[in-house]
């Protein structure tokens, strides 16, 4: 049975820095495409970060998050700089049968329960 758990989600101040982790479990993603996605209250599912077969960074946060994997750990992370009040959210792990990354939500298979996390201004 797979399984994504993420952790390091928690509340911080503005300009703060966190980094998520996603725990895969019960098969090896080595080769599937992996994202993070948020859904902040009240608003729709947006893209942060994909990797795969390439890298691609949401707009909103570019320049500030940075996705990565251990693959020895198999588990995907997401470094987050400068942190501000707008990316409060529950933040989502999710992977795909494919390597071909995608910033559409639908297009992935497994998916994690989310971590909240809050930015204080």
């Known amino acids: 049975q797979v399984q994504l758990v993420e952790s390091g989600g928690g509340l911080v101040q503005a300009g703060d820095s966190l980094r998520l982790s996603c725990a895969a479990s019960?098969?090896?993603?080595?080769?599937?495409?992996m994202a993070w996605f948020r859904q902040a209250p009240g608003k729709e599912r947006e893209f942060v970060a994909t990797?795969?077969?390439?890298?691609d960074i949401g707009d909103s946060v570019k320049g500030r998050f940075t996705i990565s994997r251990d693959y020895a750990k198999n588990t995907l992370y997401l470094q987050m700089n400068s942190l501000k009040p707008e990316d409060t959210a529950v933040y989502y792990c999710?992977?795909?049968?494919?390597?071909?990354?995608?910033?559409?939500?639908?297009?992935?298979?497994?998916w994690g329960q989310g971590t909240q996390v809050t930015v204080s201004s």
């Open positions: 999710a992977a795909r049968r494919l390597v071909i990354t995608s910033t559409d939500g639908a297009d992935y298979d497994y």
């Open positions: 019960g098969r090896t993603f080595s080769r599937n495409a």
């Open positions: 990797i795969g077969g390439s890298t």
